[in-house]
Every structure is written in C-alpha cells, then in structure tokens.
C-alpha cells in the first residue's frame, strides 16, 4: 500500500521563486491536511480539506495556496518562497475526522 | 480544543514498559484523546485514541482517568525503535476539526 506520498523529498529555492509540494492519497480518504515542521518544534497546521473542492485555512496559511480537484491530490503552492518558510512539510489524510491521520514521509524545504 | 501538558522528556530501559503521561485537565465531554509518535525525521505515526474506556492495540495500551483530567500511553515492552517524541492530543472529532500539535514528550530507549 502506497498510502500518503509526497513529491519531491527535498528541495532548495531561491528567494522569490515558487514551487509546487504534491501529495496523493490511495485510500480514497475524503480529509486530508498539509503541516510545517520547522526545526525543534511541533507541527503547525497550513490548510486543510474536508473533500474535493473544499479547503479551508489552519493556523499559518500566508504564503500558501491549496486547491483540492480530486479526492486523492491535494497539491501546495508556495507563491514567492521567503527564507521563513524553510521547514519540513507534512501532508496527511484520513477517512473520518475519528480516525488516526496517515501522514507522508515529509518534503525538506530550504529558502536562500 | 482542550490544553495538554506532557514532560519535556523521559528515559526508559529497553524491554521495560514506557509509561507517558499527559495530563488535560480542562477536557470536555466530547474531547478525544489521542496519541501520535514521530520518530526522527520520518512523518507521525497514529498510536492510539480513547474517549472514555481505556483502550489497547497492537501498539500501545491508553489508560483515561475516571475524571478524564489525564491519561497515561503505554507501551509494554519497549525498544530502541521507540525512541521518538510521543504526541497527546485531545480533539473534538468533529466535521471539519483538525489535529492540533503540541511540544510532546521525548522518550529516549536505552539499552
């Protein structure tokens, strides 16, 4: 089983330039979420999304966008990367909002 | 959603139960509790989540207080690959509700 993958694992931007973080779900689960982790610290929530065509804000959502076209693709866009968004970052999905989140392997992200 | 304290840190020895406490002492009735682990650098794993029974999986045992005010994550036999940053969070499972991390406990196995 695939379950959440996160495309790429790592990656260097130039301040300004902008990026797309992919993530894809197999397990048909409606919720799925995208977090920061910077170093030492615990995970903050970006976006989130309920079901195709529904997303809404967490806690730290400037800078971000997210679009939602397909119950399995929940795709990040960094518009004009800055040096304080040099975190890892986490998507997660999960099939009810009860139920444990499945949680990607993470994509490295490093503004300069 | 309610506020959890957990010990920065703790140690155990391998082969001996780890027991993490956490304690909520403003959880409300409908608040889960919920407990996540993240091993070094890898993304969180689910362990366990509990309303009011305790609750025992392949993983882990979850041990709620009578009150609710704190549980305590219990993992029987524990090994050097579960030295991790364990995560106690209470939630409303509700629509749209998320998963709200705090600092969690460091729980270092050693051999």
């Known amino acids: 089983n695939a379950g959440v993958t996160q495309t790429p694992k790592f990656r260097i931007l130039k301040i300004g330039q902008s990026m797309t973080l992919q993530c894809a779900q197999d397990m048909n689960h409606n919720y799925m979420y995208w977090y920061r982790q910077d170093p030492g610290m615990g995970l903050k929530l970006i976006y989130y999304?309920?079901?195709?065509?529904?997303?809404d804000k967490g806690e730290v959502p400037n800078g971000y966008n997210v679009s939602r076209s397909t119950t399995e693709d929940f795709p990040l866009r960094l518009e004009l990367a800055a040096p304080s968004q040099t975190s890892v970052y986490f998507c997660?999905?999960?099939?009810?909002?009860?139920?444990?989140?499945?949680f990607g392997s993470g994509t490295r992200l490093t503004v300069v | 959603d309610a506020k959890t304290t957990q010990p920065p840190s703790m140690d155990c020895a391998e082969g001996r139960a780890a027991n993490l406490p956490c304690n909520h002492s403003t959880i409300s009735g409908n608040e889960y509790v919920y407990w996540y682990r993240q091993i070094h650098s890898q993304g969180p794993q689910y362990i366990i989540h509990?309303?009011?029974n305790n609750e025992t999986n392949e993983m882990a045992s979850l041990i709620i207080t009578e009150d609710r005010k704190s549980s305590t994550l219990i993992l029987p036999h524990a090994t050097l690959r579960d030295t991790a940053v364990y995560y106690c969070i209470v939630r409303v499972v509700e629509y749209g509700n998320k998963l709200v991390f705090g600092a969690g406990t460091i729980l270092r196995v050693k051999s």
């Open positions: 509990g309303l009011k």
């Open positions: 997660a999905s999960s099939e009810t909002p009860n139920y444990g989140y499945t």
């Open positions: 999304s309920v079901g195709a065509g529904i997303t």
